[in-house]
Nanobody, 127 residues
Framework: QVQLVESGGGLVQAGGSLRLSCTAS????????MGWFRQAPGKDREFAAA????????YYSDSVKGRFTISRDNAKNTLYLEMNSLKPENTAVYYC????????????????????WGQGTSVTVSS
Protein backbone atom coordinates (compact mmCIF):
# COMPACT_ATOMS: atom_id res chain seq x y z
CA GLN A 1 0.00 0.00 0.00
CA VAL A 2 1.21 3.50 -0.83
CA GLN A 3 -0.39 6.85 -0.18
CA LEU A 4 0.09 9.64 -2.70
CA VAL A 5 -0.41 13.32 -2.00
CA GLU A 6 -0.23 15.94 -4.73
CA SER A 7 0.60 19.59 -4.17
CA GLY A 8 1.61 22.68 -6.11
CA GLY A 9 -1.57 23.42 -8.00
CA GLY A 10 -3.13 26.85 -8.15
CA LEU A 11 -4.14 29.73 -10.38
CA VAL A 12 -1.72 30.89 -13.06
CA GLN A 13 -1.98 33.11 -16.12
CA ALA A 14 -1.62 31.70 -19.59
CA GLY A 15 2.05 31.34 -20.48
CA GLY A 16 3.02 30.83 -16.87
CA SER A 17 4.53 27.85 -15.07
CA LEU A 18 3.76 25.57 -12.17
CA ARG A 19 5.55 22.65 -10.59
CA LEU A 20 3.44 19.89 -9.16
CA SER A 21 4.73 17.46 -6.56
CA CYS A 22 3.50 14.04 -5.53
CA THR A 23 4.83 12.69 -2.26
CA ALA A 24 4.56 9.01 -1.47
CA SER A 25 4.32 7.37 1.94
CA UNK A 26 3.89 3.82 3.09
CA UNK A 27 6.25 2.36 0.53
CA UNK A 28 9.29 3.66 -1.27
CA UNK A 29 8.63 5.44 -4.53
CA UNK A 30 11.30 3.38 -6.29
CA UNK A 31 8.97 0.37 -6.17
CA UNK A 32 6.67 1.98 -8.71
CA UNK A 33 6.35 3.28 -12.19
CA MET A 34 4.58 6.62 -11.95
CA GLY A 35 2.29 8.73 -14.03
CA TRP A 36 0.55 12.08 -14.14
CA PHE A 37 -3.00 12.38 -15.38
CA ARG A 38 -5.47 15.21 -15.56
CA GLN A 39 -9.21 15.56 -15.65
CA ALA A 40 -10.97 18.65 -16.87
CA PRO A 41 -14.59 19.32 -15.88
CA GLY A 42 -16.93 17.08 -17.82
CA LYS A 43 -14.14 15.13 -19.45
CA ASP A 44 -12.47 11.78 -18.97
CA ARG A 45 -9.20 11.39 -17.13
CA GLU A 46 -6.37 12.00 -19.59
CA PHE A 47 -2.79 10.80 -19.62
CA ALA A 48 -0.09 13.49 -19.42
CA ALA A 49 3.25 11.86 -18.60
CA ALA A 50 4.81 8.69 -17.24
CA UNK A 51 8.20 7.70 -15.86
CA UNK A 52 9.77 4.33 -15.15
CA UNK A 53 10.94 3.19 -11.73
CA UNK A 54 14.37 4.80 -11.91
CA UNK A 55 13.58 7.45 -14.49
CA UNK A 56 15.21 5.61 -17.40
CA UNK A 57 12.13 5.78 -19.60
CA UNK A 58 9.87 8.82 -19.90
CA TYR A 59 6.78 9.15 -22.03
CA TYR A 60 4.57 12.16 -22.75
CA SER A 61 1.26 12.69 -24.41
CA ASP A 62 1.47 14.75 -27.57
CA SER A 63 -0.52 17.53 -25.92
CA VAL A 64 2.14 18.21 -23.27
CA LYS A 65 5.35 17.14 -25.01
CA GLY A 66 7.86 19.98 -25.08
CA ARG A 67 6.08 21.97 -22.36
CA PHE A 68 5.84 19.57 -19.42
CA THR A 69 8.67 17.66 -17.73
CA ILE A 70 8.16 14.68 -15.46
CA SER A 71 10.88 13.73 -13.01
CA ARG A 72 11.34 11.83 -9.80
CA ASP A 73 13.56 11.87 -6.75
CA ASN A 74 13.31 8.43 -5.23
CA ALA A 75 15.45 9.45 -2.28
CA LYS A 76 12.81 12.04 -1.40
CA ASN A 77 9.92 9.76 -2.35
CA THR A 78 8.64 12.52 -4.61
CA LEU A 79 7.43 12.75 -8.18
CA TYR A 80 7.33 16.07 -10.04
CA LEU A 81 5.62 17.62 -13.02
CA GLU A 82 7.11 20.87 -14.27
CA MET A 83 4.56 22.65 -16.45
CA ASN A 84 5.59 25.54 -18.67
CA SER A 85 3.80 27.66 -21.27
CA LEU A 86 0.49 26.81 -19.67
CA LYS A 87 -2.70 27.26 -21.66
CA PRO A 88 -6.30 27.71 -20.50
CA GLU A 89 -7.09 24.26 -21.87
CA ASN A 90 -4.62 22.82 -19.36
CA THR A 91 -7.08 23.70 -16.59
CA ALA A 92 -7.87 20.47 -14.76
CA VAL A 93 -7.38 18.47 -11.63
CA TYR A 94 -4.00 16.78 -11.88
CA TYR A 95 -3.47 13.35 -10.37
CA CYS A 96 -0.39 11.26 -9.76
CA UNK A 97 -0.63 7.50 -9.91
CA UNK A 98 1.57 4.51 -9.11
CA UNK A 99 1.80 0.95 -10.36
CA UNK A 100 4.18 -1.94 -9.71
CA UNK A 101 5.78 -2.36 -13.12
CA UNK A 102 6.74 -5.52 -14.97
CA UNK A 103 10.27 -4.25 -15.45
CA UNK A 104 12.49 -1.29 -14.68
CA UNK A 105 11.82 0.10 -18.16
CA UNK A 106 8.04 -0.09 -18.27
CA UNK A 107 5.87 3.01 -18.42
CA UNK A 108 2.10 3.08 -18.68
CA UNK A 109 -0.37 5.55 -20.18
CA UNK A 110 -3.74 3.92 -19.44
CA UNK A 111 -5.45 5.00 -16.22
CA UNK A 112 -6.83 1.51 -15.61
CA UNK A 113 -3.27 0.16 -15.40
CA UNK A 114 -2.52 2.13 -12.25
CA UNK A 115 -3.19 0.79 -8.79
CA UNK A 116 -2.76 3.80 -6.55
CA TRP A 117 -3.99 7.36 -7.00
CA GLY A 118 -3.66 10.62 -5.17
CA GLN A 119 -6.56 12.94 -4.46
CA GLY A 120 -5.50 15.46 -7.07
CA THR A 121 -4.43 19.08 -7.13
CA SER A 122 -6.34 21.72 -9.05
CA VAL A 123 -4.69 23.80 -11.75
CA THR A 124 -6.50 26.77 -13.25
CA VAL A 125 -4.99 28.68 -16.16
CA SER A 126 -6.57 32.04 -16.87
CA SER A 127 -6.52 33.66 -20.29
Amino acid sequence: QVQLVESGGGLVQAGGSLRLSCTASGRTLSSFAMGWFRQAPGKDREFAAAISKFGIIIYYSDSVKGRFTISRDNAKNTLYLEMNSLKPENTAVYYCAAVTPNSERNVYSLPRTYTYWGQGTSVTVSS
